[in-house]
């Protein structure tokens, strides 16, 4: 699933913006309807474009859905946080972190609860689902990582098993949060999962 798959991007400047138009209108469409409800007629009424048009650039429901979902992939990592943060700190680079991740995942809700749902019921989008995770778990642990390298974190910890623990808790509360009916200020919500990985990480001052 990570690999791109169906028909080929097309080439012209129209095409690429009718491509994009459908998969802005396939996003709109599975968020207001689900994934079983949406209809093709629709997402094609609503990026402007003939029913027929679809099928030149996508083969079934399920491959623009595929799209929707890498490109919401590319906005959930956020990559090089400290980069764009401009922070060295743990501290400061773990809530940087946090604080995008829920920001994304609240901006997103409806569609994350779109992927949840199908995810359940289709292996391939199970496995978008974790491949997604498995890029978060990737980036964590490679922090964790350094940071026991610097004398920072608990070295006991094993790095992954950890990132994986901590990753898990702040994806399933977002879940519950944004898409279930937990009610928990933002604030409150990214202070305590800010200090839980805190805590967890036995985090200690950079000198």
Same mark, same amino acid.
């Given at each position: 699933?990570?690999?791109?798959?169906?028909?080929?991007?097309? #080439?012209?400047?129209?095409?690429?913006?009718?491509?994009?138009?459908?998969?802005?209108?396939?996003?709109?469409?599975?968020?207001?309807?689900?994934?079983?409800?949406?209809? @093709?007629?629709? @997402?094609? #009424?609503?990026?402007?474009?003939?029913?027929?048009?679809?099928?030149?650039?996508?083969?079934?429901?399920?491959?623009?859905? !595929?799209?929707?979902?890498?490109? $919401?992939?590319?906005? =959930? $990592?956020?990559?090089?946080?400290?980069?764009?943060?401009?922070?060295?700190?743990?501290?400061?680079?773990?809530a940087?972190?946090?604080?995008?991740?829920?920001?994304?995942?609240?901006?997103?809700?409806?569609?994350?609860?779109? $992927?949840e749902?199908?995810?359940?019921?289709?292996?391939?989008?199970?496995?978008?689902?974790?491949?997604?995770? !498995?890029?978060l778990?990737?980036?964590?642990?490679?922090m @964790?990582?350094?940071?026991?390298?610097?004398?920072?974190? /608990? !070295? /006991?910890?094993?790095?992954?098993?950890? !990132?994986?623990?901590l990753?898990? =808790?702040?994806?399933?509360?977002?879940?519950?949060?944004f898409v279930?009916?937990?009610?928990?200020d933002?604030?409150?919500?990214?202070?305590?999962?800010?200090?839980?990985?805190?805590?967890?990480?036995?985090?200690?001052?950079?000198?």
């Amino acid at each position: 699933m990570g690999e791109q798959v169906g028909k080929p991007a097309p #080439k012209s400047t129209r095409g690429v913006r009718t491509r994009a138009a459908l998969i802005t209108a396939a996003r709109e469409v599975f968020e207001h309807d689900g994934f079983l409800d949406a209809r @093709i007629s629709d @997402i094609s #009424k609503t990026a402007g474009v003939a029913s027929g048009s679809f099928y030149t650039y996508f083969d079934s429901k399920e491959e623009v859905f !595929a799209e929707v979902v890498r490109q $919401l992939r590319e906005e =959930m $990592l956020h990559p090089h946080v400290r980069e764009r943060v401009g922070v060295d700190d743990p501290r400061e680079l773990i809530a940087a972190a946090n604080l995008e991740y829920l920001r994304t995942y609240r901006r997103n809700a409806r569609l994350m609860g779109v $992927l949840e749902q199908v995810s359940q019921v289709d292996e391939n989008f199970r496995l978008l689902r974790f491949e997604r995770g !498995a890029a978060l778990l990737d980036r964590n642990a490679a922090m @964790i990582a350094d940071l026991q390298r610097r004398g920072l974190v /608990d !070295a /006991d910890l094993d790095a992954r098993a950890t !990132a994986l623990s901590l990753s898990a =808790m702040v994806s399933r509360t977002a879940y519950l949060v944004f898409v279930g009916d937990e009610k928990i200020d933002f604030e409150v919500l990214v202070e305590t999962l800010n200090q839980l990985w805190f805590n967890a990480l036995q985090l200690r001052d950079a000198d």
